[in-house]
């Protein structure tokens, strides 16, 4: 008898992209939050606040399905692709991760631009990565140190605004 199965499956991939994703929207949120949409700091105006703690469950739950079927429809066959590439053709999977993933981003280039390709082809291309090493233990850490990095964003953009004022 063996020990304990600790190597990559599709099941820890997707436990581990389908994090990933949220964390890189939470990242994507907190400095849109910091920042505003056009780069200048948002006004300082309470509006809406109730309304939108009571829509937050909602979202949570629609934004948690979406990032599941990215995990599945996108980062997973961007990395097993990559992989199978790699080993067929050559040249190290890292790169072939990361022309794939631009390659799936292009699907919203007719929608979102240019720059919607360059955002989607980063939170593929992140996600790619940090699922390609899906180990156990690796969820936990993906975990801890995405929240830290969200709400690191968070505090340094509201110290950011509070010394601005």
């Known amino acids: 008898m063996s020990g304990p199965d600790t190597g990559r499956t599709h099941a820890r991939m997707l436990r581990v ?9 939470g990242l994507a949120l907190a400095v849109g939050v910091v920042t505003g949409r056009d780069g200048e700091p948002e006004a300082r105006e309470y509006a809406g606040g109730g309304l939108f703690l009571a829509a937050l469950p909602r979202a949570v739950v629609f934004w948690f399905l979406a990032a599941v079927v990215a995990s599945a429809a996108l980062v997973l066959p961007v990395v097993l692709l990559g992989e199978d590439l790699g080993r067929r053709l ?10 794939l993933a631009a390659l799936a ?6 929608f979102a631009g240019v720059r919607g390709w360059l955002v989607a082809w980063a939170a593929l291309a992140g996600a790619a990565l940090f699922t390609r090493p899906a180990r156990q233990g690796h969820f936990v850490s993906l975990l801890v140190w995405g929240a830290l990095a969200v709400v690191a964003v968070f505090l340094a953009g509201g110290i950011l605004l509070y010394a601005t004022e």
């Open 90 to 99: 050559g040249g190290r999977p890292l790169w072939w991760h990361l022309a």
């Open 17 to 25: 992209s389908t994090p990933a994703l949220l964390l890189e929207g």
């Open 105 to 110: 981003g292009a699907l919203l280039a007719p």
